[in-house]
């Protein structure tokens, strides 16, 4: 089985910062890529940024030059580094990693979903 735990939601001002985490646990063998998606009230989920293992990074372009993703391999984790928070940004955030795992038939790949972490930028 694996986890991923989600920290780093709150509330902010406008053009304030916030840091999202999210760490893994369990079986895992590998982490391919990892992202953060959101979804506001009413809104479908969607898109924030993603990295793939090998660092490369891409983001939806509401948050290009704004929101930063990054990942520690040794921690199983990744982050999103907000800055110059608008109220547009409030959303529920979650993260989102596809594992490799070794289970009875070999490796396989699956994808795992924080619980969700709440960011609300209001006055």
């Known amino acids: 089985q694996v986890q991923l735990v989600e920290s780093g939601g709150g509330l902010v001002q406008p053009g304030g910062s916030l840091r999202l985490s999210c760490a893994a646990s369990?079986?895992?063998?590998?982490?391919?890529?990892m992202g953060w998606y959101r979804q506001a009230p009413g809104k479908e989920r969607e898109l924030v940024a993603t990295i793939t293992s090998g660092g490369i990074t891409n983001y939806t372009d509401s948050v290009k030059g704004r929101f930063t993703i990054s990942r520690d391999n040794a921690k199983n984790s990744v982050y999103l580094q907000m800055n110059s928070l608008k109220p547009e940004d409030t959303a529920v955030y979650y993260c989102n990693e596809r594992i490799r795992t070794m289970t009875p038939m070999g490796l396989r790949d699956y994808d795992y979903w924080g619980q969700g972490t709440q960011v609300t930028v209001s006055s």
């Open positions: 369990g079986r895992i063998f590998s982490i391919l890529a």
